[in-house]
């Protein structure tokens, strides 16, 4: 590396923690100094624009679409004065390095920092995918030039998304509503969600039963449970038969549909007949290894285990590549280098010993469409590894789960495969009317787990049994007779398809082919942000006004929300990035429409441009926003109208007069479109006219009593006093006297003994007292008009209980273990239920019951969690006293690897973004 006493090089990158974290590593004679993320952008609007171009008919776009589609740069206003302190250090500098980030958006800040700052000195591109000392000093020593290619493909994307977006955005503004936004990435996404919604909304379910046999093999004392799956030959129905649009049988499904009258009653035929093995299959079980990170799936595991958002795990993983800890966030990659896939072997030795070590490195190759195989996937950063405990001091507790879960999925990606056995049993009974009767049950041991030693990646169905669950049965041989323990018939419903969670729709997406590593965070936040969904939990659930702004897509520019369409854009861009393609050959036939691309493509339509402007005229504002849910028992059309307000409920007869308006009600806030059953819109119009219903008149006051539904749900008024409905109480069934008594709330307790008031009220979190600014929340509702000012006082000298539920009482108690003594239960938890004895937690694996699980059964589950130890601790961020020596976590061996003092880390200011410019994602 050139060290001149006399020389000074100026190093620029985007953010102040990154300039602090390289500064340590570069040595006096290297000035590095933030930029603060991109320095210049297309203008906003028209009104952003420089005066002389103001004029021109597309300035509303910032970009010449009549010269080759020539972007209009200006330096964003809150940039200014970093640009000035730029070109300042630059006078100093002999040297200039621009040591943005290594994808196509670091590409593009690096250039618009050479077209802004216009150095008169060299210029070299510096890169890298992870700041470490030695990373950092052999960027230095092999700079390359700017990749104008990579730049070239950002600048297209760029306009892109300006043509779509302001284009089509305006046609909203014009037939939805002011103030929307569409984009080439976005409205796909929505549409997804919208899709799914749908399905959900068609959705009927089905009611299915099996039976549930607990069986005893000869001489031995364990029991299983097999499931019951065909009779005399005719497989009996499952979920997956159903047509989840009727609600029937699928047509030629050949299954018998078993109901509950029916299982009950040979399930009683099958009392005490003699059960025999009839086939035993055993096969080898192996799973190899997940494959390292890549930015979809760190965003998919981190919301599966974290429950933090793609957006949060973005910023935080920013904060631990800035502060050197992993590498690069931002990659379609699953490569490793030779140099991480030596650490990751070295610290498996270390830690689960020589034997954990595959014979052969492991190298992944990756299923994402044009993947940048150059680039490395997500890890812990150096040449040699650091555990989460030799870095728990040095992170906060969200950095440093982020971290585990990168450190554990690298360590697992390079070891054995998980290898066992799994088996297949069928038993077949006969009973006294001569049915043959078949059960199945299956098993799976796992004698070496392998990876799933270090790493067990989660899905997103709860239900779903994960990859290191077991399920044993007995040595079962064919002809072996077992005895019957007991025969529980068993109802099942089939269930709608799950909504999508940023986790799943960023899979889908990438599955799809739609959006890249840079985009995924940024339009979940934007379809939130933009009220095109909203989040119950983790689910996305889209709004009513996401349904009129996709329907106006999918009816008038099917072209623009098609996802192999968008995807072959994501593929244009690509080559554009590998220098095989042309922006402006690209750009001009999508806006000015030409011979390129398939019958119907957007080109051959005319061009963007001109499907925009023709089609304006042939949309009907009124139907767009109007969705139909269905025609009730009156034969009434209901739709729900997407207005000014919010969305509302109407109802008309079919063909009205003109004019003829029919009933309105307001849609409750947060209500989802599937949850518009019949019994629910009858609810919200209160079973009259206009939504509203007379109880009668107030005794003090003479007012009317009316029942009325609102945007916030149902409730009463009278003269100038309202009162939403209790949570048990429905508008159409509520009494005067009911009405009455709601109408008293918020009720006055009484005073404590200073003369404070002590009030008794609902609220959207549940009922709650309050005195002064003190508020504490009541058990039940009905203790709006019970409690007494003693009972209220008791409550206030608590202490507050917030974000402390109260336990939840077991599913079961199933008495002493056998082996322990101690008492089991079974609980509820948040993936399902589970046995403990107090100590040991085991989750009832598929095929188990809560109400069949047998004792045995249980004491077995415990006893192995037992045998595997307890749960390691995860290390916690420490006071910055003087600490005992650390420990790893995720595993009970204390690593040799080397560690490193990390430097102080230092929040990024946050970018100034226009909504305006995130509207075009």
Known sequence: MPNSANTKRLVIVESPAKAKTISGYLGPNYLVEASFGHVRDLPVGKKDMPDALKSKPWAYLGVDIDNDFTPVYIISADRRKQISRLKDLLKQASEVYLATDEDREGEAIAWHLLETLKPKVPVKRMVFHEITRPAIQAAVANPREINRSLVDAQEARRILDRLYGYDVSTVLWKKVQRGLSAGRVQSVATRIVVERERQRMKFRSAEYWDILAKLLPENDERTFNATLIAIDGDRVATGRDFDPETGKVRPNAGVIHLDETGARGLAARLEG????????????????????????????????????????????????????????????????????????????????????????????????????????????????????????????????????????????????????????????????????????????????????????????????????????????????????????????????????????????????????????????????????????????????????????????????????????????????????????????????????????????????????????????????????LFRDDAGRDIVVRVGRYGPYLQRTLPNPPEGEEGDRAPVPEGIAPDELTPEKVAELFVGGQGGERQLGEHPDTGNQIVVKAGRYGPYVVSGEKTSSLLSDQKPDELTLEQALQLLTLPRVVGKDAEGNEITASPGRYGPYIKRGTDTRSLADESQLFTLTVEEALQLLAAPKTRGQAAAKPPLREMGPDPATEKPMVIKDGRFGPYVTDGEFNASLRRGQAVDTLTVDEASEMLAEKRAKGPAPKKARPAAKKTAPEKKATAAKKTTTAAKKAAPAKKAAPKKATSSRKKAED
């Not at 709608?496 to 590593?517: C, D, F, H, N």
């Not at 996709?550 to 623009?560: A, S």
Request: glycine share 8%; hydrophobic share 35%; proline share 6%.
């Open 273 to 628: 007949q003699r059960f025999t093995v009839t086939r035993v299959e055993e096969k080898p079980y192996r799973r190899k290894p997940y494959p390292p990170f890549i930015t979809s799936t760190l965003q998919q595991e981190s919301a599966r285990k974290l429950r933090i958002s793609s957006a949060q795990t973005m910023r935080i993983a920013q904060r631990l590549y800035e502060n050197g800890y992993i590498t690069y966030m931002r990659t379609d990659s699953v490569n490793l280098s030779e140099a991480a896939i030596a650490a990751a072997r070295q610290q498996i030795a270390d830690l689960y010993g020589a034997g954990a070590v595959p014979a052969q490195p492991r190298r992944y190759t990756g299923k994402v469409k044009n993947a940048q195989e150059a680039h490395e996937a997500i890890r812990p950063a150096g040449d040699a590894f650091r555990t989460p405990g030799d870095v728990a001091k040095e992170l906060s507790a969200d950095e440093l789960k982020l971290y585990e879960l990168i450190w554990q999925r690298t360590i697992a990606s390079q070891m054995n495969d998980a290898v066992g056995n799994s088996t297949s049993v069928r038993i077949n009974a006969v009973t006294p009317a001569q049915e043959s009767v078949d059960f199945g049950a299956t098993g799976k041991t796992i004698t070496d787990p392998g990876f799933l030693r270090a790493y067990v990646e989660s899905t997103d169905d709860e239900s779903a049994e994960a990859d290191d669950a077991e399920r044993r049965l007995p040595v079962l041989v064919k002809g072996q007779p077992l005895t019957e323990k007991g025969l529980t018939p068993t109802g099942h419903t089939t269930q709608p398809p799950p909504r999508y969670t940023e986790a799943s729709l960023v899979k889908a997406m990438e599955e799809l082919g739609i959006g890249r590593p840079s985009t995924y965070a940024s339009i979940m936040e934007t379809i939130n942000n933009r009220g095109y969904v909203f989040k119950r939990g983790q689910a996305l659930i889209p709004s009513f006004l996401a349904f009129a702004v996709i329907g106006l897509l999918e009816q008038h520019f099917p072209r623009l929300v098609d996802y192999d369409f968008t995807a072959s854009m994501e593929n244009v861009l690509d080559e554009i990035a590998n220098g095989d393609g042309s922006a402006v050959n690209f750009l001009h036939p999508f806006y000015f429409g030409g011979d390129t691309g398939d019958e119907g493509s957007v080109p051959r339509q005319g061009g963007l441009q001109r499907m925009v402007t023709e089609r304006l005229g042939e949309i009907d504002a009124r139907g767009i926003n109007s969705i139909p």
